[in-house]
């Protein structure tokens, strides 16, 4: 079985499972993920986990994104997105200054309504197939983190935005709410993924890359977790560690002070990586938090 994480570059067309079900044809196997899903118009990074990498998958949706996306002032639609049905249509009236003023207020945290064309569930349906029965139910507003929205080109009635956001935030809907907050609606022409934790666009990979070289673009699992610091363990606790036991800091042979480190990436001699694990303060010991043993 192949571990380790794929940055796919998702192209147009294809759906998040679409990437996933090609990459199981490729790798012949079925423990496969991928971390966070795209609109099939929607293009850019998609990591994909293999085996046990797919561990990491929960840990990757929950990181923060990137995105380069193209509103378009003046439509509303169903979908939120360039793709859906025309509900209305206004005249752009705003001035340049006007809308970079608008758009600029979104920067921050950010109540923000689900559209009803996505994957969430509400009583274990999904909102799209309501939505394609014609059936609008209420959704509860959510609240998201704007880290930060760059303008890169502005040329009413279209702006090209780069955004900064958390997890769970619809590009779609904040294109439409920029929209409705200007009062001339709006919704997103194009958006392309630049980025998902250290995942960037220029590193990217399209599926025709995999096919032709599958092992050339895996990467170790431990890339999600570079930004934690790192500890060696000594041969000695290999039985603690298989067994999935907490770690005594004697057994650690770059022992530091790690008391103010909320998560530490653990490897042993031959530097294998083994998981990740947090230090106790009341034990003096690690816990094991994920463990990615071979």
């Not at 009583?123 to 509860?140: N, P, S, Y």
């Not at 929209?179 to 709006?186: A, I, P, Q, S, T």
């Not at 005594?248 to 480190?261: A, E, I, V």
Request: charged share 30%; with cysteine; aromatic share 8%.
């Amino acid at each position: 079985m192949v571990n380790g994480i794929i940055n796919v570059y998702k192209e147009k067309g294809y759906t998040s499972f679409d990437v996933v079900a090609k990459l199981r044809g490729v790798y012949h196997q079925k423990k496969i993920g991928h971390t966070g899903t795209l609109d099939p118009d929607a293009e850019g990074v998609l990591p994909v986990c293999l085996g046990k990498a797919t561990k990491v998958c929960d840990l990757l949706t929950d990181k923060d994104k990137e995105y380069e996306a193209v509103l378009l002032l003046g439509k509303e639609t169903d979908t939120q997105d360039i793709s859906g049905k025309i509900l209305a249509e206004a005249k752009v009236q705003a001035s340049e200054e006007e809308v970079e003023r608008v758009i600029r207020s979104f920067i921050g945290a950010y109540d923000q309504i689900p559209p009803m064309y996505s994957a969430l569930k509400v009583e274990g349906q999904k909102l799209c197939d309501l939505a394609r029965k014609g059936i609008t139910v209420e959704r509860k507003a959510r609240n998201v983190q704007i880290y930060g929205i760059e303008i890169e080109k502005m040329d009413l009635p279209e702006v090209t935005i780069r955004v900064h956001c958390s997890k769970g935030t619809y590009i779609r809907t904040l294109c439409h709410d920029i929209g409705e907050k200007l009062g001339c609606h709006g919704c997103m022409k194009s958006l392309i993924r630049t980025r998902v934790s250290a995942f960037s666009l220029e590193e990217a990979h399209r599926l025709s890359e995999i096919e032709e070289k599958p092992t050339a673009w895996i990467m170790p699992v431990d890339v999600v977790f570079s930004s934690f610091e790192k500890a060696v363990v000594s041969d000695q606790a290999e039985k603690l560690i298989v067994n999935g036991n907490r770690i005594s800091q004697d057994y650690l042979l770059n022992m530091k002070d790690f008391c103010k480190t909320d998560r530490i990436r653990f490897y042993r001699e031959d530097g294998s990586f083994i998981g990740i694990y947090e230090y106790k303060e009341e034990t003096f010991d690690f816990k094991p938090v994920k463990l990615f043993l071979e």
